[in-house]
């Protein structure tokens, strides 16, 4: 298997002309989301993947609802531009981001038993290389909490255009927030744009979801913005296991 890590393409991020005049509203009601999960569940957490989405959600928790305690996953297969950009995000707002890493004995009998990329060997191979290096690691820093943030969106892909605001996250047994759903990547940009946020500019090289080096490539002009992530596989299991598919007791939007 080829590992791509980059190369020419039209950019696949969509710049609107203007700033769109939904955008203050949609800014408002996603405030209003992240200031009802703190007034409901007290102890709330949100794992930013330095995305363009995270942009976005560390922005409006950062300035507006700071009670938020934010970490990020280093799955130690990063490229290196998200980890120039955690710095640079923490300068901006003077705040550290908890960094959390897998366990080193799993990483090492994984390689031991599958080899460096096993991933690309089979869904199994890859889910177990995504249990150990993100699931662990976010498992354990959700400990504790009663609610975590996320950045999904509806049009991302199909799987996920079913997601609702507030969900019981069965799995890891405490509420799942998602202030960003009806967010459309023109405004997730239009706002990174017009607050001047940093982000990754593998942004503007075609890739719109950025994950591990080896597991992301850049997409092709109207491919979903999920495209480019385990693109060796049956688009209906692109999924790391930090989003869960079944969402069962799923209760009202905040
Ligand atoms: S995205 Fe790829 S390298 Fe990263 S944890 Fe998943 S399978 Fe492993």
């Not at 959600?57 to 950009?85: G, K, Y």
């Amino acid at each position: 298997m080829q590992i791509v890590t980059a190369r020419a393409a039209t950019p696949a991020v969509v710049i609107a002309p203007a700033v769109a005049p939904e955008l203050p509203a949609r800014v408002a009601g996603s405030i209003a989301q992240l200031r009802e999960a703190v007034r409901q569940f007290g102890r709330v957490v949100y794992a930013t993947s330095l995305g363009a989405e995270s942009a976005v959600l560390t922005d409006l928790i950062f300035r507006h609802v700071p009670q938020i305690d934010v970490f990020t996953v280093d799955t130690e297969r990063l490229p290196e531009s998200p980890l120039e950009l955690l710095e640079r995000v923490e300068h901006r707002y003077q705040r550290k981001i908890r960094v959390v890493f897998p366990e080193a004995q799993h990483v090492q009998n994984y390689v031991a038993d599958y080899g460096i990329n096993g991933f690309y060997n089979g869904l199994a191979q890859r889910q177990s290389c995504c249990q150990i290096r993100k699931v662990e690691p976010f498992q354990r820093a959700i400990f504790g909490y009663n609610a975590w943030i996320s950045g999904v969106r509806h049009e991302q892909s199909a799987e996920r255009s079913e997601a609702k605001a507030l969900e019981w996250d069965a799995r890891y047994r405490l509420q799942k927030v998602n202030p960003l759903l009806d967010w459309s990547l023109a405004a997730i940009w239009n706002y990174i744009r017009q607050e001047k946020l940093p982000y990754n500019p593998l942004h503007d090289a075609g890739y719109p979801s950025i994950g591990c080096a080896p597991c992301t490539r850049a997409v092709q002009p109207g491919q979903d913005s999920r495209a480019g992530r385990w693109w060796w596989e049956d688009p209906a299991e692109r999924e790391c296991g930090l989003q869960p598919r079944q969402l069962p007791g799923s209760i009202s939007d905040l």
